[in-house]
């Protein structure tokens, strides 16, 4: 059976295979994230491989290291890295990364699971990509945090109702929320997601997170300027 395919500007993925298929959440984070000065990038949980593809697009001197725990997604992140444009910056690591020794990234990025359905036996790999005993914002945090040079950054999208709870557990590990930005799928709808983004480094008192926010669509279907804007180096239609 053909994998699937999902095409960009400059290079496509194979997503058949992972665990997690492409999706909005992934595109904002690789579009949103600062990425600019990383020279040593950690992608976590990378499905398929797009936001390691889309970091290496963005930032044409970072190394990028992508890890999964499931075989099928890293066999297809493999592949997916040997087609693209900057194959000879990227490596799929099949990882977990409670399991990860190294240290030195300027930034670890992921797309976290959601689902939290209190139930321990795992039933397939898509369930256990979204499974937060396997990896937790918090988690990403927590060790994470360790992994990071003095100025290193940690970037994610969570639901948005996990806002507070995560700046306050992060500010409790020594982190800094530098920049944040809640997602709408209209400007008159209620945010669904929230991408943020955490330093680690000094910070002065009252010092505060550039916030920002981002609407999907300007009207039902009509995808608003400003998303077009954001992502207008990848989607083929922007």
């Not at 997604?73 to 890295?81: R, T, V, Y």
């Not at 209190?118 to 927590?142: C, F, M, W, Y």
Request: glycine share 8%.
């Amino acid at each position: 059976m053909q994998s699937e395919r999902f095409e960009f500007k400059k290079f496509g993925v194979s997503h058949g295979l992972s665990s997690m298929k492409v999706g909005i959440d992934s595109i904002l984070l690789g579009c949103w994230t600062d990425v600019k000065t990383a020279k040593k990038i950690l992608d976590v949980g990378t499905g398929c491989g797009i936001l390691a593809i889309m970091c290496a697009q963005r930032n044409p001197e970072a190394i990028i290291e992508a890890i999964d725990l499931d075989g099928p997604s890293i066999k297809e992140a493999e592949e997916n890295f040997k087609v693209s444009p900057w194959g000879d910056r990227l490596s799929a690591i099949l990882s977990d990364f409670l399991d990860c020794k190294k240290n030195g990234y300027d930034l670890i990025i992921s797309n976290p699971p959601f689902f939290n359905s209190g139930v321990n036996k795992i039933v397939n790999s898509r369930e256990r990509a979204r499974h937060q005993d396997t990896l937790s914002p918090k988690i990403l945090i927590e060790k994470g945090r360790r992994m990071l040079t003095s100025t290193g950054i940690i970037s994610m999208i969570v639901p948005y109702q996990q806002k507070e709870e995560l700046i306050q557990f992060a500010s409790s590990r020594g982190l800094k929320d530098r920049r944040c930005a809640m997602v709408k799928g209209r400007r008159e709808l209620s945010p669904k997601r929230i991408l943020l983004e955490f330093e680690n480094s000094e910070w002065e008192e009252g010092n505060k997170c550039l916030e920002e926010e981002i609407i999907l669509e300007s009207s039902l279907g009509n995808p608003s300027e400003e998303f077009k804007f954001l992502c207008k180096d990848f989607y083929l239609n922007f």
